[in-house]
């Protein structure tokens, strides 16, 4: 039966044609001849589709990588377990690109009708279908990338942590009784403030303070974190195993007597075995192009009464280092020597100079010495170890940081002021990405300056950071370099770094890399990082005007994410 003259109608006010002659009309007015309410729908699922298969491509193939690098420790030895190992292998690389394909699909999905929804708004709001309309619909839907922030790459429990973390360290009504716990943890051997030994405790810290600046407490939980990080975009880690010294008045009085009551077979069994067995653990976690933080006090008193009176390290402990050293050559992972209090420092710059001679000499850093730009004397230092590397033909490998010992380090030895410490940060940080000498790096004696120096910049810094690329991006070979952070700090710096590393262009017409982003943490039990933790609160207490600028930047973040739920911003 023919429909009604009054049915035809009602159709035709919805705006839907109803007869042939409607239908060619329709075509007539549409664009690509094709209604709206086709164009669209078919836009998006086309899109999404496209979406679908470039996100399980890429999520396939990142699947099998972390696969192969979460299991390449323990590869199967039997036909049996070859055949178990491809078949979970094959069930990973479907699931991640599945689930990396409906999530690309969805967002290229959404994206796209908007933008054909909203240019069908302007085409029925203005009466006309032109070039306007869809330059207007594209400007608007890239209006909603324009409020996209760098720490929107940060998952949501990360942000919530870090407000909570600079709230504390930005409060001085909370921050003094907060470090005061922090202490009594790090420094207690009663069982019930152990958090190994008591449960709740040990659960609370891990949800909040070690969450927020610690790698895990075993293999799976520091991998599932490298992973985490390398898929918001940061280029690896600098991964370190907790656990350390740090001296009081009286450990460097017996460390420095040289007198010690143990057995050579006792240290290597108690000390040096443990502490060994836990940095070549660390190296394997690692993957190739990651760095490894090596603390040498965390060896024992043996190492520590070498350090203290500048002595090769014993043969035990050299072996250790030798050890630690040809696997991370062997696995492409790079070794940072971190820098202690001064106490032993000028051990570690022996230890380091002595190990760089060693394995940094196929034209690229293996082993990385730590400088710390608020020590009047560095500039010095790493002048005369640059000239070394230059005279003698290894590469130097330079990891540049202000500090992290104002509470233990002789104030003498300190820059008078911060704006001191900031000016020899950035001008040594010159001098390096240039590779020339200039005004706190001064050549000794006329030498040359090395044709290469590896570097990590770690700073927390934004404005040393931005002019530190700024420099490194007027370079025409531009050196090795890698920026760096700590784990839960500075992570608006970070993450700027991160996202802004495709768009930046250089000042020069040579092509540019990706900035090098690296995250520095610590893994081990709750109770092996309380004093990692420690001296990150106290860090945070001698930043206060950085930790507030990183609390407002996460409160930003967080009201940004807020609004968008409620549909208010996107």
Sequence with gaps: MAPSEEEIAKFRASGLPVTDEDWEQCRQNARLSIPAFIRIPVASVSAFFVGLLLGTAQGSRMAGLRFRAEHAH?????????????????????????????????????????????????????GASDLFNTVTACVTVAGGFSLWTPLSVLPLASIVRSLMTTTVSSSPMLLPPSLAVMSLLAHNTNPILNPDRNPLLRYVLKKTFYAQFCAGENALEVKQTIAGLKNIGFSGVILGYAKEVVMSKEDQAAASSGISTSSEETILRNEIEPWANGTIETVMLASKGDFVALKFTGAGQQALSALMNQLAPSQALGNAIDRICQLASERGVRLLFDAEQQAVQAGIDDWTLRYMRKYNTNGAAVIYGT?????????????????????????LGVKLV???YLGSDPRHLI??????TDRAYDGIAEGLLTRRWNEPLKAPEGEMFPGRVDVVL?????DSVLKAKRILLQQQVPPTVAFAQLQGMADEVSCELVVGGESEKRVVATPAAKPQVYKYLVWGSTGECMKYLLRRAQENRDAVQRTRSGREAMKAELVRRVKAWFGLSS
């Design 415 to 420: 820059h008078d002021t911060k704006a001191d």
């Design 371 to 395: 400088y710390q730009a608020y020590l009047k004397a560095t500039p010095r230092i790493l002048s005369s170890h640059l000239a070394l590397a230059q005279h003698e033909g290894f590469t």
């Design 74 to 126: 323990k590869l199967p030895t039997t036909t049996t377990g070859w055949y178990l190992y491809h078949k979970s292998k094959n069930y990973h690389v479907a699931y991640g690109g599945l689930k990396e394909g409906f999530k690309m699909g969805s967002r290229v999905c959404f994206w796209t009708t908007s933008m054909f929804a909203i240019e069908n708004m302007f085409d029925t709001y203005r």
């Design 458 to 462: 770690a700073s927390h810094n934004r």
């Design 402 to 404: 202000r500090g992290a």
